[in-house]
């Protein structure tokens, strides 16, 4: 079987799984979520009516919160505008397309390289759970800084091989990744590794984008006396985020490709290991320093669905059983749809459930006040739709004022809350979601 045609067949089960997902969405008729959606469509709408000065006030927001992402205002565009005009669903489905053929994109690079499978490393990066969290997050930035990552790469190649000079290019691609957001940085380690391998040129004018770049984010970092990146990061708080189960389950995942390549003969492989490597580690120093969230770890998902075949691919070979390739393959296939069972379906439901909420609130006029536990979540809920109730937010039972009261229950989010509620007060659950993931409950307490 040839490249090209080995090559349609990972890009047409690319379509089918991406339209497959895309009809799963129909059926749960998803909802704009509860996260950034409501902040970045405001955002798109602003920038559409005044582009020159939105941008600017957005800019000097974001520089004084510790970031710096001059193409940030791009992406609304890119993902919110059409979702804006032709309906949520629009959003999603052009994200989930986006998530699939990003990491069709990031395969195509290395499959040769590492000797990977595209069944085995599609798999695995639906099997890990915080995959599907990027699914429901269409505002998560950092994924675009993989695909410019991979062109990055795709151009030193032919540069390497002296077919074009691509040399502004390369550096203007480096320049960018790391103003996507700062995740972006922690591929600068692969491009040094790269440099270290072949010694050209591009590649350390590559080098010199990457640290100019970074340069430019730890200058807004450390001397603008923001905070975005850095919160509250004591040397415990640190330590507690780095024994989460998420970053535990990564740095095996890194240390035992490390320990797999040890073994590995051919110098290339061992130096784009260590690339990857040493960046999954820069990424888990990024997040230990700041709130340990589950769906920012997905971003791991891209990492491990290439180190996790390489290690099956050197363990088969050292095993000699390189014929049971088919039969982890099926099990891979079969781990993932447990996956999607156990991680993404939830998460569907209770997006269902939220759109069952929107409406009933635009519909009804409740006859108490209405708290939600997440502060974001009132936001979009107070003003995304056309609300006839305004939700307050309460991060604790303090927070609540009055005896008699509405919460929004959620199963993903406010099950803490719940729980004193529920040995706390009396509760009368008149509007049962289809789910029962997110309903509005009263309360007597």
């Known amino acids: 079987m040839n490249y090209s045609s080995v090559k349609n067949k990972e890009v047409k089960l690319t379509l089918l799984i991406s339209i497959g997902l895309s009809i799963i969405y129909f059926f749960y008729d998803i909802p704009w979520g509860l996260m950034d959606d409501y902040r970045w469509i405001l955002l798109t709408l602003d920038f559409i009516k005044d582009p020159y000065l939105h941008y ?19 992406q609304f565009i890119l993902q919110y505008l059409p979702g804006i005009y032709l309906g949520p669903l629009f959003t999603h489905i052009q994200n989930i397309f986006l998530l699939f053929f990003i990491h069709l994109f990031l395969f195509s690079f290395f499959k040769n390289k590492l000797k990977i499978e595209y069944l085995h490393s599609l798999s695995i990066f639906l099997i890990y759970p915080y995959t599907y969290d990027m699914f429901l997050l269409p505002s998560l930035q950092e994924k675009f800084t993989v695909p410019i990552f991979v062109w990055l790469l795709f151009l030193l190649e032919k540069s390497k091989n002296n077919k074009k000079n691509y040399t502004i290019l390369i550096f203007v691609l480096s320049l960018v990744i790391p103003l996507i957001k700062l995740q972006g940085a922690i591929f600068v380690w692969f491009i040094f590794f790269y440099y270290l391998l072949y010694k050209s040129k591009e590649s350390l004018v590559s080098l010199f984008g990457f640290i100019f770049s970074i340069s430019l984010q730890a200058y807004i970092l450390f001397f603008m006396e ?49 690339g990857l490597s040493l960046s999954g580690l820069s990424l888990i120093f990024i997040f230990i320093n700041w709130e340990t969230y589950g769906y920012l770890m997905s971003f791991y998902a891209f990492f491990i669905s290439l180190l996790l075949p390489y290690c099956i691919y050197k363990i088969l070979n050292f095993l000699k059983i390189t014929k049971f390739s088919k039969l982890i ?3 891979l296939i079969l781990l993932s749809i447990l996956s999607s069972y156990l991680f993404f379906v939830p998460r569907m439901e209770r997006w269902s459930d939220v759109g069952n909420v929107y409406s009933l609130m635009d519909e009804v006029k409740f006859d108490e006040n209405i708290y939600y536990c997440g502060s974001e979540g009132v ?63 009263k309360y007597s307490c």
């Open 56 to 74: 600017l006030e957005f800019q000097n927001d974001r520089i004084t919160g510790g970031m710096l992402q001059p193409l940030i205002q791009l």
């Open 226 to 274: 923001s905070g975005y990146y850095a919160v509250n990061n004591s040397i415990n708080k640190m330590v507690g985020n780095l024994f989460s189960v998420q970053n535990l389950f990564f740095i095996f995942v890194i240390f035992f490709t490390l320990f797999i390549s040890f073994f590995e003969q051919d110098k290339k492989i061992k130096y784009y290991i260590y």
């Open 329 to 331: 393959t099926i099990l």
């Open 379 to 441: 936001l979009t809920f107070n003003n995304l739709n056309n609300n006839l109730n305004e939700v307050k937010f309460a991060g604790n039972f303090e927070d609540i004022n009055e005896k008699i009261f509405y919460f929004i229950k959620d199963d993903l989010q406010c099950t803490y809350l719940e729980d004193i509620l529920n040995n706390a007060c009396d509760s009368y659950n008149k509007n049962i979601s289809r789910y029962r993931r997110v309903e509005i409950i």
